[in-house]
């Protein structure tokens, strides 16, 4: 059973349009949530922390985070074909230093 | 800072042969974590250090995986033998505290090919 689930995609978005990827996850007491970009045959890098519900800003990202729910999303806001890559979800776990990684949403933003 | 350095970036070995791979994380960062990413299985966790002692090497595949944190700011990945499914991309990543709260730096990752 996976702890963290992400839709694979390929997601397709237009130039310019808002993008949305979401993230699942089953550990009710998990406190910790990333979002990091991974660029084809490059290594993740971190987009968004977040540790609060509701909605966290940066820039043309969006976090947000419904602990309710157990999901966790990020959105981005005129999307640009530099933006196309692999979004990863990760959660903490229990263990405090752990993190479960999503198997990630391919992301194309097409001109 | 220069990130965290893995060498090499590249490596093609044939089966049976011992294969190194190393990592230099931040200065200052007392977290050290080893990951292996292919296509089916996505990113996992080898083994995490903390204040270079191995905290959990539960995820070490086998007896054929080992690694070492002689200091802190050194850390080798071993495989010996080698074999064609230990083929992936390896990665180091570092952080400063022990907790999940913590964002992890990755380096470049080194990519290794069994024959």
């Known amino acids: 059973q996976k702890e963290v689930e992400q839709n694979s995609g390929p997601l397709s978005v237009p130039e310019g349009a808002i993008a949305s990827l979401n993230c699942t996850y089953s550990d009710r007491g998990s406190q910790s949530f990333f979002w990091y970009r991974q660029y084809s045959g490059k290594s993740p890098e971190l987009i968004m922390s977040i540790y609060s519900n509701g909605d966290k800003e940066d820039g043309r990202f969006t976090a947000q985070l419904n602990k309710a729910s157990q999901y966790v999303s990020l959105l981005i806001r005129d999307s640009q074909p530099s933006d196309s890559a692999t979004y990863l979800c990760a959660v903490n776990t229990r263990s405090n230093y752990q993190l479960i990684w999503g198997a990630g949403t391919k992301l194309i933003i097409k001109p | 800072d220069a990130g965290v350095i893995q060498s090499p970036r590249h490596e093609v070995t044939e089966m049976g042969q011992e294969v190194t791979l190393r990592c230099k994380p931040i200065?200052?960062?007392?977290?050290l974590f080893w990951y292996r990413q292919t296509m089916m299985r996505g990113l996992e966790l080898l083994i995490y250090f903390n204040n270079n002692v191995p905290i959990d090497d539960s995820g070490m595949p086998e007896d054929r995986f080992s690694a070492k944190m002689p200091n802190a700011s050194f850390s080798t990945l071993k495989i010996q033998p080698s074999e064609p499914r230990d083929s992936a991309v390896y990665f180091c990543?570092?952080?400063?505290?022990?907790?999940?709260?913590?964002?992890?730096?990755f380096g470049a990752g080194s990519r290794l090919t069994v024959l």
């Open positions: 200065s200052g960062h007392n977290s």
């Open positions: 990543a570092s952080s400063l505290g022990d907790s999940g709260a913590n964002v992890l730096t």
